[in-house]
């Protein structure tokens, strides 16, 4: 092998050992390139998820967002944002003011007990109702329930009052109505399933999709509120007010939770 085959031979080793290690040199920047951009966007990321959960506790819930929110109010109501709700004939000269919780088990028990007479006596013109809601035992337990079933129950008043009082009826009824630790009125599907056993209701694709939507939630709110302001001193329910006084049926102030409890305290509220 002559001699300059031999040099030529190592140029071109050499060259491309040059060649080689520079491409590994590039290699070796991109490579660390990478992982500095990957650190950053680790960094970037994680301060975005610790501003994002931190946005997201100072956030106001959905349904304290709806305080202020514009109300669509059912129909057969009147009064600021649609929270009057009377219902029963118009002959009827006085009216019974009824301050319930959906979630509420003594509203369950007593219409249980008492919501055939009651309603007996409203189909008869003994008096009219007022319907009051309130939604404070979601407050105790920071649920939803009583607030969802108030909207649902906008959304049957809107078919009709008798829709209304039937949806109500059934809410209260003990097939339906959960355990008060039980908060199974979040559940728009479950409040829908109730809505089946009113014939009004059953299938009622507008009534479902209020439900689903959420259309009279703000209402909700607003007739919470009613409840929360009211002036009859009623800070617990069942209450029954008429003529500004609350009819109770024992020294303690407890409601009537019977037929007779019930029809004397009435009865002696309308001869007043």
């Known amino acids: 092998m002559s001699k300059r085959n031999t040099q030529s031979a190592k140029t071109a080793a050499r060259e491309r050992l040059r060649q080689e290690r520079e491409r590994q040199a590039k290699r070796d920047k991109a490579r660390r390139q990478l992982i500095v951009a990957g650190s950053v966007v680790a960094v970037l990321a994680a301060a975005g998820g610790i501003g994002y959960a931190v946005v997201q506790m100072n956030k106001p819930g959905y349904w304290d967002g709806l305080k202020d ?18 219902l029963g004939k118009d002959s009827a000269k006085k009216t019974l003011k009824v301050y319930e919780d959906p979630r509420c088990p003594v509203c369950a028990q007593f219409e249980q007990t008492v919501g055939s007479t009651v309603k007996k006596d409203l189909d008869d013109g003994k008096f009219k109702i007022q319907y009051i809601g309130a939604t404070f035992i979601d407050n105790h337990d920071n ?3 009583s607030k969802n079933a108030l909207s649902a129950l906008g959304a049957a008043l809107n078919v009709s009052p008798e829709a209304f009082l039937e949806y109500k009826t059934a809410l209260y009824s003990a097939k339906w109505h959960p355990d008060e630790q039980a908060d199974k009125f979040k559940d728009d599907s479950y409040l829908v399933k109730v809505a089946d056993t ?6 009622n694709a507008k009534f479902q ?9 703000a209402w909700a709110m607003a007739m919470s509120k009613t409840f929360d302001d009211n002036k009859d001193g009623v800070s617990g329910t069942p209450s029954f007010v008429m003529d500004g006084k609350k009819l109770t049926a024992d020294s303690q102030g407890g409601p009537p939770m019977s037929v007779a409890d019930f029809d004397r305290v009435v009865d002696a509220a309308l001869k007043g």
């Open 198 to 203: 009113v014939p009004a209701l059953k299938g």
């Open 143 to 145: 649920g939803e329930g």
């Open 69 to 86: 929110a514009s109300v669509v109010a059912p129909a057969n109501t009147t009064g600021t944002k649609g929270t009057t709700v009377v």
């Open 209 to 217: 999709d209020a439900v689903k939507k959420g259309t009279y939630d």
